[in-house]
């Protein structure tokens, strides 16, 4: 269903209530991210004509399609190949797709908090560097931190990875 059919819908089930609008409950009382105003058509008379608040906590349309990073997943070479063999843009989604997050500092480090770790990725020139954090959660008494060759599989890499400490 498009935002603009859901948009239809709160404003016929408004114009047939006969009761004021602020008496109603939200129609969808869970969303409250983005709020948009929608008038009536103009063929509805001047007084007639009401403001009705859509709210949504994204557009509709935006999950019919693709994003870029679906489309970068979708691109991500076999998961045998060596990691070598990935363009930077397959990588950074395949991180994302990790629940790693993307450092504002400095783009070549990211960050990821698991239950039982917390962990900071570094994408370096030869190699993948991954530092297990003692501040975060678990019993280490120092940072871990484990070097991979971009020469081993991504599947390698990120089992070595998600297994943690």
Not at 35 to 45: A, Y
Request: charged share 25%; net charge neutral.
């Amino acid at each position: 269903m498009s935002a603009y059919s859901v948009a239809k819908l709160i404003i016929t089930d408004y114009l047939s209530s006969a009761t004021p609008a602020s008496a109603n409950p939200p129609k969808f009382p869970c969303f409250s991210l983005l709020q948009r105003s929608l008038s009536f058509p103009r063929s509805v008379s001047h007084s007639q004509r009401k403001i009705v608040t859509f709210v949504s906590s994204k557009s509709s349309e935006a999950e019919e399609l693709p994003t870029a990073e679906d489309e970068w997943l979708k691109r991500l070479p076999d998961k045998n190949k060596p990691l070598y063999s990935h363009s930077l843009p397959c990588i950074e989604a395949w991180l994302r797709s990790l629940g790693f997050c993307q450092s504002r500092e400095d783009r070549a480090v990211w960050l990821i908090e698991k239950p039982d770790w917390h962990a900071q990725l570094s994408l370096d020139v030869t190699d993948l560097y991954i530092r297990y954090l003692k501040s975060g959660p678990g019993n280490l008494e120092r940072d871990v931190e484990r070097r991979f060759s971009y020469a081993l599989s991504r599947e390698d890499i990120e089992n070595a990875i998600l297994g943690g400490p």
